[in-house]
Nanobody, 124 residues
Framework: VQLVESGGGSVQTGGSLRLSCAAS????????MGWFRQAPGHEREGVAA???????RYPDSVKGRFTISKDDAKKILYLQMNRLEPEDTAMYYC???????????????????WGQGTQVTVSS
């Protein structure tokens, strides 16, 4: 599975960005996909994830500001990010898991395919 992210950039505090992730294929009918981010000196963390039953998980830090969605026909995963804050500055990665995840949707170690990442920078 190849994943290609797009949509990153630089915005001011309070701005919005929409990330997209195009997948080359799905390995099975049951899978999970997510968005993760990593800032310098920090561990990679999950910011949004969804499975084939459209169960969605967000951490508290982005709940109410970020929205994940997917277009199965186009094999594209989206992340709408609103009310961005400087703390959201990071490299954002799209990830795919061949497994059906639920409570562990936001665990990066559960994902076996990763995109190259797209940079998001939020200035104050």
């Amino acid at each position: 599975v190849q994943l290609v992210e797009s949509g990153g950039g630089s915005v001011q505090t309070g701005g919005s960005l929409r990330l997209s992730c195009a997948a080359s294929r799905f390995t099975s009918s049951m899978y999970s996909m997510g968005w993760f981010r990593q800032a310098p000196g920090h561990e990679r963390e999950g910011v949004a994830a969804i499975n084939t039953d459209r169960i969605i998980r967000y951490p508290d830090s982005v709940k109410g500001r970020f929205t994940i969605s997917k277009d199965d026909a186009k094999k594209i995963l989206y992340l709408q990010m609103n009310r961005l804050e400087p703390e959201d500055t990071a490299m954002y990665y799209c990830a795919y898991s061949s497994a059906y995840l639920d409570n562990n949707l936001l665990s990066p170690e559960r994902y076996n395919y990763w995109g190259q990442g797209t940079q998001v920078t939020v200035s104050s």
